[in-house]
């Protein structure tokens, strides 16, 4: 990465927009900034410690089983738990959210209610992290992740979200709109030069986040550049070569749960995107064109 200057305008800016957003989030959560206000180890550790202590106080005098005094401990110190959980992933989206997100129109009740019963769960940082992307998506567009999506990512184990990540490296956006380009490769054991193997691509058909046997039929125009794809410096368009039907299919496609899944995703590799385009122009006669931003170079294939 290359130096960062920063300004101290710009940064009081988005500590005003964190602040806003914060606020917002809190009205969802009540009671979440305050929590977040003292060490969140130290406060969950000395609220689990009075927890226990008296609810074996009450079963010493209600004359309860060691047993049941147990169980009762062990429910009291999961749910204190599950709030720390909780609050460090609000703590998270919080910088995430616009600041002018009206926050009680944006979201309905029984999506958030199916979003905290899946998320309070969630004790990994980085998949904290993933589901503070959701919610901060949810609130700044009403929509924006189903029920179905939070259903997948609550099941994806590591390897799957290692897989999926591989996946969105190969997501064009563009006028196609969010359009996955994937090709077997020759041995027929892995796509995109050995980036994903069959066994991965199955795992995520599985997860219902591609499907394996759909696929997209996109429109060209003879002598009609098309952007299909644009990330960093460089943008990448197409059109009908002129032997080549007006129509190219790309398989597989994302499903819907994928694509919503797919804006946690922000990295992308345009040169592997051209060279599977390349690949299948050969037989499917498709033009291609590289245009590095503020530039007019171009390469057709």
């Known amino acids: 990465m290359g130096d960062v200057n920063i300004d101290l305008k710009d940064l009081a800016g988005v500590g005003e927009a964190i602040e806003k957003g914060s606020r917002g989030l809190a009205r969802?959560?009540?009671?979440?900034?305050?929590?977040?206000?003292?060490?969140?180890?130290?406060?969950?550790?000395?609220?689990?410690?009075?927890?226990?202590?008296?609810?074996?106080?009450?079963?010493?005098q209600e004359g309860l089983s060691e047993d049941v005094t147990d169980y009762f401990c062990r429910d009291s110190v999961r749910r204190i738990t599950r709030n720390e959980n909780l609050d460090q992933i609000v703590s998270f989206a919080a910088p995430m959210v616009d600041e002018d997100a009206e926050v009680s129109d944006l979201v309905g009740s029984e999506w958030l209610n199916y979003y905290v019963d899946h998320a309070e769960r969630v004790t990994d940082d980085?998949?904290?992290?993933?589901?503070?992307?959701?919610?901060?998506?949810?609130?700044?567009k009403r929509g924006s992740f189903s029920k179905n999506t939070m259903q997948v990512l609550s099941v994806m184990d590591t390897e799957d979200a290692k897989s999926f990540r591989k996946l969105c490296l190969f997501i064009a956006d563009g006028i196609y709109g969010r359009t996955l380009v994937m090709a077997v490769d020759e041995d027929g054991t892995s796509y995109n030069d050995g980036t994903l193997t069959y066994t991965e691509m199955s795992n995520l058909a599985a997860l219902g986040l591609i499907d394996m046997g759909g696929s997209a039929n996109l429109s060209l125009g003879k002598s009609v550049w098309a952007l299909f794809a644009e990330y960093g410096d460089l943008s990448v368009s197409v059109s009908r070569a002129e032997n080549g039907g007006e129509r190219f299919t790309l398989s597989p496609i994302l499903t819907r749960v994928g694509e919503e899944l797919s804006r946690l995703c922000d990295e992308r590799d345009m040169p592997g995107i051209v060279?599977?385009?390349?690949?299948?122009?050969?037989?499917?006669?498709?033009?291609?064109?590289?245009?590095?931003?503020?530039?007019?170079?171009?390469?057709?294939?």
Do not use: C, Y
């Open 275 to 301: 060279r599977t385009l390349e690949a299948k122009a050969g037989r499917d006669e498709l033009r291609i064109m590289t245009t590095p931003k503020g530039g007019n170079q171009h390469q057709p294939g």
């Open 28 to 60: 969802l959560f009540p009671g979440w900034a305050r929590r977040s206000e003292v060490n969140a180890e130290r406060r969950a550790t000395e609220q689990a410690l009075q927890s226990v202590r008296e609810i074996r106080r009450v079963a010493r």
């Open 126 to 140: 980085e998949a904290q992290r993933a589901w503070a992307s959701v919610l901060a998506g949810e609130v700044n």
